[in-house]
């Protein structure tokens, strides 16, 4: 049964959360980290990002993990189920760091928000979300369902393993991966993007350096679905995210 707020008759600290989030919760953290990304959508490039990293909670409700903020409003008695609503952010890309994409148009930064679910298992945990483009990029919406689950909980390293899809609604895909008739090239005709879905696999973890210290580090390859791997700006239907960070536990 799901519960208003603070309605708990379970304490946060008797569950164990080190599966629910993209990095395994180390208390609240901060420090700074590089990530390792596409260049373009489907690009063969890689670009590089210096990002914040930044792990924090408050009274168990709200919460910012990575590139997502949230809070969470019901509970069940347990707490091992959880809605709430999560902003994401999205990146996009300057056409000129590719070839098949310059003298498009640049794609841009976006933020997604949305409903968020979560449910905790003896097995890992399942997270649901509904994202919509809040940030007027695309204008579209997509829905992410992703299963974490722990694959090391020592006192020196916590590494969790993940698995999930994501469905991407046609403008949603047709801004990163259409080409619009003003766009076209030679070598490049134009293409409308229709909905569709791509899968997700892959690692991260944490490992305790010091008395405050962590290292964070995590991969993740994608797999484009097909309306986005046969636009003719992707290279690649296989897409690699990569980073590595150091944080310190206040």
Do not use: C
Request: no cysteine; charged share 20%; glycine share 12%.
């Amino acid at each position: 049964m799901l519960s208003l707020l603070g309605a708990s008759s379970v304490s946060a600290a008797a569950i164990d959360r080190q599966t629910e989030t993209a990095i395994p919760r180390t208390g609240n953290l901060y420090g700074v980290g590089i990530g390792v990304l596409p260049a373009t959508s489907g690009s063969n490039e890689l670009r590089t990002m210096v990002l914040p990293v930044i792990q924090a909670s408050y009274a168990d409700r709200f919460y910012i993990n990575a590139l997502r903020a949230g809070v969470w409003l019901l509970d069940s008695d347990d707490r091992r189920l959880r809605f709430g609503l999560a902003a994401d952010a999205r990146f996009g890309w300057d056409a000129d760091d590719s070839t098949r994409t310059k003298g498009m148009h640049d794609r841009d930064f976006s933020i997604d928000v949305g409903p968020a679910l979560r449910w905790q298992t003896d097995y890992g945990t399942l997270n649901a979300q509904w994202g919509f483009d809040t940030g007027g990029a695309s204008k579209g919406h997509s829905v992410q369902v992703q299963f974490v689950r722990a694959l090391i909980r020592g006192p020196a390293l916590r590494l969790n393993g993940l698995v999930g899809l994501t469905w991407n609604d046609s403008r949603m895909n047709d801004y990163y991966f259409g080409v619009a008739p003003t766009e076209v090239a030679p070598g490049r005709p134009s293409y409308r993007a229709g909905a569709g879905t791509q899968w997700q696999a892959g690692i991260n973890g944490a490992w305790p350096t010091g008395q405050r210290g962590s290292v964070l580090f995590g991969l993740m390859a994608t797999r484009l679905g097909n309306a986005q791997a046969e636009s003719p700006i992707v290279e690649t239907r296989i897409q690699p995210l990569a980073y590595l960070g150091y944080g310190w536990t206040f």
